[in-house]
């Protein structure tokens, strides 16, 4: 306990160095955050910034020693379950990864995805029987060659790409049953290549609850991006931002900038996050500042010169209980539509929603048409929080 | 005055003795003045303010920071208190007592009898209280049962501590309990501790049923703490079966919502499985 004190004292010291470090190179008067019509315009080439390729890959390679394995090993682990932050999309990962590799993989397997929804089915118990009929209707698809001869291994072909986990269950009586199914019918169908992403967080919470990691125990983490990556990463974007060259006389502040391996360490290696404190770094010269700024064209750059401060993460506010149960539930389950986590958590619908509503103008929270999610900004600082408010974390697991 | 001559000898020796306790205590005690009572005054509303202060800073303090701190804080209060009232005590005293070796003999002494007829329980447990600090059977924010009471301690004070009970009671009980009663510790300066939730159900019931969902109700619910055991256990009765379903919320202070919504998630279930409860009022008490 005393630990845990002196690390959060010692990361709050260090977060308050940083800011320190950064408002010394920023003058209030000199510098001014982007107006939010540019700042819009940047979020969104931001958000469609592919992925590093260096970073798909290594997840490709992941997934392609793993099944290699299972094809040419008679006693191989036949899943492998792809572990990220709750931030950080995993299933949009796995797919990305195996679309850089397509051409070379679809030769050599026959990639599946018997599910078709990235989010959670509006009744989660039904999640079973949803499983079981997408494993029913794929056994029925393929020809009938014969008898069944589990040790034959050229008919090991069909890799099965699964929803995210987190979006698999629900935390409320009977809405695991989907996972525990998939758990005992993983290791019964050798003939199948089972690739699961799923996030911590839900990892953690189901190890406690059914054991998942006993039957599913190849894993693999989402690489973490570090300082050189996220330069390369990010960097040529920012080229793309602006013609104008900085002034030289606030060369210290000028784009690009910054210090990549505070970048990377207070994003925890996770591009989600990385993207957006590398947003909020971003600045303008106050009398470049336009009094009607005009919305960008695609691929326009700005018609001004950027700054950049060093990154930093924003401050929680004030959370009361509610509204930790409500991040962790987030934390757990991903993306969730608020009925679905009134149910979880045990409140009325009118509850979740006014406290929903509170963190999503505080900004923690994030709404679109799926539900309810984490601010990846947020992320780090919620980790924190909710660990030492002693709750199970995913780091945990 | 009237004294035979027999009489003399004793009489000379007492007032010898008197002569000296006198002197004794003119030895011990230290001129009187207005200074001196200005000073013990100044220092006894110093110290007051100081543990007022420290108690009201340390209990928000306790409140505002993450789970894992707030028992740390609170434990702190009785000890910052007692070196404060230290403090007063020991400056008082060389405010106003000489103090030698001989002084300190007598002056225990003095104490010694004035104590042990005029405030002996109140010394007992002051006595009791400083040593519950340090074997600690109790401390501020602990879940305790002292004497039928059951709830959380609150303050620590000098002379006992309070609780506060679910329903809002607070209980003030002398640490002199320590001496003879039993105290039962629900969490030990830990933030979680066992909450025991009974379920009663006929013996038909389908209990493998039952226990999955009780495990279920359990685990699903916002409150537990996923880190530590949850057990199902279950004894028969002349009148049906009793399940004990045992596990930890994270935080102790939430336990009656904890132990509510784990009924509300089994009961909602088990009512969906038609699960039979007992047909009978039990006829002898829930512990037979």
Known sequence: MVGELVKTITSQLKSGLLRARAASKLSEDQFCVLPQVWDL?????????????????????????????????????????LLGTPVDDTGAVLTAALEERAPELTQRWRILRPLDWITRPADPLSIKGQLAKALEQLKESEEDDGEDDLDDLSRRLTVIVLPPLEQCFLRCIGG???????????????????????????????NRVCQVEAYLNQIADLPRLDSDSLSDWLTPFAETLTNSPADEDLSTSALGNISWSNLAELSGGSPEVARLLWLRSLRLQETDRPAQPQPLEAGDALPVPLYQVQPSLPSLPDLDALDYYLVHALMLHGITLRS?????????????????????????????????????????????????????????? | MNISLRALPSFLIQTDTLRNTEDAVDNLLRDISLGRLFKAALSVLLAYLLVTAIQSLTNWLSEKVPRQFRLVIKQSIPFLKGLILLGVIAYMVRLFLNVSQQNLLALTGTLAVALGFAFKDYVTSIIAGVVALFEAPYRVGDRVTISDHYGEVVSYGLRGIRLQTFDDD?????HSVTWSDPIVNSNSGRLEAQVVTDVYVDHEADLSAITDI????????????????????????PWGTHLKLRAYPMDIRDEPAFRTDILRRAKAAMAEQAIVYPRVKPMMGLDD
């Open chain 1, 176 to 206: 695991w049953q989907g996972v525990e199914w998939l758990r005992d019918t993983v290791g019964t169908q050798r003939d199948y290549f089972w690739l699961i992403p799923c996030n911590t967080w839900a990892w953690a919470f189901l």
């Open chain 2, 214 to 237: 009780l495990y279920q109700a359990a685990y699903s619910s916002r409150f537990i703490q996923l880190k530590l055991p949850v057990k199902v256990v279950m004894r028969e009765t």
């Open chain 1, 340 to 397: 679905q986590l009134a149910l979880s958590l045990g409140q009325s619908e009118s509850i979740v929603h006014l406290c929903g509503q509170t963190l999503r103008q505080s900004g923690v929270l994030r709404l679109s048409r799926q539900g309810l999610s984490i601010q990846p900004i947020h992320y780090p600082r919620l980790t924190t929080e909710l660990d030492s408010n002693n709750f199970l974390t995913g780091d945990d697991r």
């Open chain 1, 41 to 81: 315009a940047v979020r969104q080439r931001l958000q469609d910034l592919p992925l590093p390729n260096t970073y798909l890959i290594a997840v490709a390679e992941q997934v392609t020693e793993a099944v290699t394995t299972w094809q040419t090993t008679l006693d191989a682990p036949n899943s492998l379950v």
């Open chain 2, 170 to 174: 607070l209980v003030t009980i002398p």
